[in-house]
């Protein structure tokens, strides 16, 4: 959750100047013996919720791109965000990025584009 220009932090870089727009989701990963019996009940084994955020950049300079770029062209980012249903700030969470690509055209600012960092561990919080 966006709080404050302080509220999404990637290897100490602030984000809120880049962006536009941020979503943030709990993604469920589930065992093989879960499913629905016949009567229509869910069972299962919950392995894991994994944090999810996805950015939404604004138009971009030569040096803002060199910066976001250099930021998820690594195998590993400590992300640290306000996270609303545990009322504090996550702080250096070990997240993996998504594959980048942007647009450009006639030499001019890349245009707007999105990404995505992904936690490399579940939730301790739904344990």
Not at 94 to 111: A, L
């Amino acid at each position: 959750m966006l709080i404050d220009k302080n509220s999404l932090i990637i290897d100490n870089v602030k984000m809120a100047q880049y962006l536009t727009k941020v979503k943030f989701g709990y993604h469920k990963i589930w065992g093989k013996d879960t499913g629905r019996s016949l009567s229509g009940d869910n069972s299962g084994t919950l392995k894991g919720i994994y944090p999810k955020i996805t950015m939404t950049f604004r138009k971009l300079n030569e040096g803002e791109i060199s910066t976001v770029l250099s930021l998820f062209n690594k195998a590993e980012n400590k992300v640290t965000f306000y996270n609303p249903d545990l009322g504090r700030t996550v702080s250096n969470m070990s997240c993996y990025s998504n594959d980048q690509e942007y647009e450009q055209e006639n030499f001019g600012k890349i245009e707007g584009y999105s990404c995505s960092v992904i936690s490399n561990k579940k939730r301790e919080y739904y344990q």
